[in-house]
């Protein structure tokens, strides 16, 4: 991308209050490629009962400081969202860390994709 695109679209998120950043151009971005492993890690642990979901997201807002924990994120992504996210960057980059849980195709094809389907890890 030339240099006065990346000034002109600096200039407009700046213009709409965003603060903005630069990355290469590669699937995920920065984003996607560190929010989708953390993302599939969390229903990992509650696939393998090593924590409930409410346990996975009480661990992180308590012990990161994250605003909300990482389960009830997806509900709000959508888990269907956040699987084909997972598939792209599995296509592009065929590393495990962006393989799909089963358990999460296994809730999509159910029609639980979080809170815009009222239900997801949890009901809304």
């Known amino acids: 991308t030339g240099e006065d695109t990346i000034a002109a679209a600096r200039t ?8 903005v950043i630069e990355a290469q151009d590669t699937p995920g971005f920065i984003v996607n490629y560190l929010l989708i492993p953390y993302l ?12 409930s979901p409410e346990d996975v ?20 992504i ?3 969202t956040t699987l084909f996210i997972a598939d792209v960057l599995y296509d592009a980059f065929r590393t495990d860390r962006y393989a799909a849980p089963p358990l999460l195709r296994k ?5 639980h994709h979080g809170r815009k389907s009222g239900r ?3 009901t809304y």
Do not use: N, Q, W
């Open 12 to 19: 407009f998120g700046e213009s709409l209050g965003k603060k």
């Open 40 to 51: 599939l890690d969390a229903i990992r642990l509650v696939e393998s009962g090593t924590a």
């Open 57 to 76: 997201d009480t661990g992180m807002v308590l012990g990161c400081s994250h605003p909300m924990g990482p389960i009830k994120l997806l509900d709000f």
């Open 78 to 80: 959508g888990l269907d």
């Open 107 to 111: 809730m999509v094809a159910a029609g």
């Open 120 to 122: 997801g890890f949890y």
